[in-house]
């Protein structure tokens, strides 16, 4: 596609349940991001994948979030046993790996865990 | 870890105003870049600095970034409501590794 794809847009589940965000970078990109960002705030890292190498999970706020990266393309972040405070808009962005490389962000997925 | 803050956190101004915009590290970063984030949309680059002490405009925008890489500047001139919006920086360390996010600066323009 044309651009980062974000999937669902929308999703509000019930606490204590298990959700997948799916997100689907522009081709050829090597580099994927996912951000949190609550309501009016900053961005919140998450987790970073890069090429091949081990993604960089320090930003994950808890074991009950996990990611993961399939053929260097498609991800999924997984959040499990969700609580409220899980509540935000949840970001996902690609990029060239190169010095200077653009990030491309999607338009999010906004969580609301009630 | 590399951290880079902006302030101020929250700016309020009304159309006609200029303002800066500060992102600050104790970090070199081998580029710096500035995004614009609407309500509803995902953050979309206004512009990349890499070099030292260099200076882009952008119409009425214009970004600096410091001698030491280590900081950058945004200012805008007579401000419309149309510029309102989160403005965030980020920056790439010199080892090639991930972006790092200031927090942002949450911009009003009152018409």
């Known amino acids: 596609g044309a651009g980062v794809s974000q999937s669902p847009s929308n999703k509000v589940t019930e606490k204590g349940k298990d959700v997948e965000l799916r997100c689907d970078p522009i081709?050829?990109?090597?580099?994927l991001y996912w951000y949190r960002q609550s309501l009016g705030q900053g961005l919140e890292f998450l987790i970073y994948?890069?090429?091949?190498?081990?993604?960089?999970k320090s930003g994950l706020p808890s074991d009950r979030f996990s990611a993961e990266r399939t053929g260097g393309s498609v991800s999924t972040l997984t959040i499990q046993r969700t609580q409220q405070e899980d509540s935000a808009v949840y970001l996902c962005?690609?990029?060239?790996?190169?010095?200077?490389?653009?990030?491309?962000f999607g338009q999010g997925t906004r969580l609301t865990v009630v | 870890t590399q951290l880079l803050e902006q302030s101020p956190q929250f700016l309020s101004i009304q159309e006609g105003e200029n303002l800066t915009v500060y992102c600050n590290s104790s970090?070199?970063?081998?580029?710096l870049q500035w995004y614009r984030q609407e309500p509803g949309e995902g953050p979309v680059l206004l512009v990349t600095?890499?070099?030292?002490?260099e200076v882009k405009k952008l119409k009425r925008l214009t970004f600096q970034f410091g001698d030491a890489r280590k900081d950058s500047s945004l200012h805008i001139t007579a401000a419309q409501p149309g510029d309102t919006g989160l403005y965030l920086c980020?920056?790439?360390?010199?080892?090639?590794?991930?972006?790092?996010f200031g927090e942002g600066t949450q911009l009003t323009v009152n018409p």
């Open positions: 980020a920056g790439e360390g010199t080892s090639g590794s991930r972006l790092t």
């Open positions: 994948f890069q090429g091949n190498s081990a993604p960089d």
């Open positions: 600095v890499v070099t030292g002490g």
């Open positions: 970090s070199v970063f081998s580029s």
């Open positions: 081709s050829g990109h090597t580099a």
């Open positions: 962005a690609s990029a060239f790996r190169q010095g200077g490389s653009r990030a491309f």
